[in-house]
T-cell receptor
Framework: NAGVTQTPKFQVLKTGQSMTLQCAQD?????MSWYRQDPGMGLRLIHY???????DQGEVPNGYNVSRSTTEDFPLRLLSAAPSQTSVYFCASSYSVGATEAFFGQGTRLTVV | EDQVTQSPEALRLQEGESSSLNCSYTVSGLRGLFWYRQDPGKGPEFLFT???AGEEKEKERLKATLTKKESFLHITAPKPEDSATYLCAVRGSGNTPLVFGKGTRLSVIA
């Protein structure tokens, strides 16, 4: 049982490049979400999904796309990377949208130059 | 809009010096208040969930309590390995996801 797995752990992009951050969970959780963490800003929600085929925007969705074709996977796509997207990205999953705890991956540290 | 404010931003304690971290919140229909621990370079690690005012949870040197407006994380006789950032989050009604505070960075000095 690996929990929530994020790849890659580190990435450097040039401005304008695109890439996909991968997130997979093996706990059969319905609810998955993406956060970014910046110094002094805390964890801010980018996008979330309440189940396969259903996604919604969080607090800071601009510049990011998501899709949820399976229960297990929830990739985050950067369409055209900007220096403002330099951050640490965390994927999280929980059993349901109710009052259950979320489990986090180890994060992806992204630098856009 | 759900909001979480944590204080202090940073706390430095001597080993064995007990203290408390504060989490004030406003939420529409609280479904749960969550405490996480985060070590440098790692993802947040779940500690506790509290559901209603008056509830308390304990784990080793940590005890979390909840009122209608705030939660406290009490740390009794801390050790250097308790050094970490402690995050508070709330989940409101409907499909709303976790809303996090900015965290309290705790340093315990031997």
């Amino acid at each position: 049982n690996a929990g929530v797995t994020q790849t890659p752990k580190f990435q450097v992009l040039k401005t304008g490049q695109s890439m996909t951050l991968q997130c997979a969970q093996d706990m059969n959780h319905e609810y998955m979400s993406w956060y970014r963490q910046d110094p002094g800003m805390g964890l801010r929600l980018i996008h979330y999904s309440v189940g396969a085929g259903i996604t919604d925007q969080g607090e800071v969705p601009n510049g990011y796309n998501v899709s949820r074709s399976t229960t297990e996977d929830f990739p985050l796509r950067l369409l055209s990377a900007a220096p403002s997207q330099t951050s640490v990205y965390f994927c999280a999953s929980s059993y349901s949208v109710g009052a259950t705890e979320a489990f986090f991956g180890q994060g992806t540290r992204l630098t856009v130059v | 809009e759900d909001q979480v404010t944590q204080s202090p931003e940073a706390l430095r304690l001597q080993e064995g010096e007990s203290s408390s971290l504060n989490c004030s919140y406003t939420v529409s229909g609280l479904r749960g208040l969550f405490w996480y621990r985060q070590d440098p370079g790692k993802g947040p690690e779940f500690l506790f969930t509290l559901y209603s005012a008056g509830e308390e949870k304990e784990k080793e040197r940590l005890k979390a309590t909840l009122t209608k407006k705030e939660s406290f994380l009490h740390i009794t006789a801390p050790k250097p390995e308790d050094s970490a950032t402690y995050l508070c989050a709330v989940r409101g009604s409907g499909n709303t996801p976790l809303v996090f505070g900015k965290g309290t960075r705790l340093s315990v000095i031997a």
